[in-house]
């Protein structure tokens, strides 16, 4: 996969470090500006990337004031 493929969120962010072969960093600024993104879209400032990604993705069902995101279902 072509890494300009992915995503814009994740891929503007980090299209520089990539280009000076920073590729550590690279993966770096790419989860977090998506992180940043999320806590944005969810309003959610109040926990860190892993709780939030795994509150914004739990199957259960979603409590309030605790918004979740679904992946379209696929076969």
């Given at each position: 996969?072509?890494?300009?493929?992915?995503?814009?969120?994740?891929?503007?962010?980090?299209a520089?470090?990539?280009?000076?072969e920073?590729?550590?960093?690279?993966?770096?600024?790419?989860?977090?500006?998506?992180?940043?993104?999320?806590?944005?879209?969810?309003?959610?400032?109040?926990?860190?990337?892993?709780?939030?990604?795994?509150?914004?993705?739990?199957?259960?069902?979603?409590?309030p004031?605790?918004?979740?995101?679904?992946?379209?279902?696929?076969?």
């Amino acid at each position: 996969m072509a890494a300009d493929s992915l995503h814009p969120w994740g891929w503007e962010p980090a299209a520089p470090l990539w280009a000076a072969e920073a590729r550590q960093d690279t993966v770096l600024a790419a989860a977090w500006t998506l992180n940043r993104r999320l806590q944005q879209k969810l309003e959610r400032h109040d926990i860190g990337e892993t709780d939030l990604c795994m509150q914004t993705f739990d199957l259960r069902e979603a409590q309030p004031g605790k918004p979740q995101l679904r992946f379209p279902a696929t076969d």
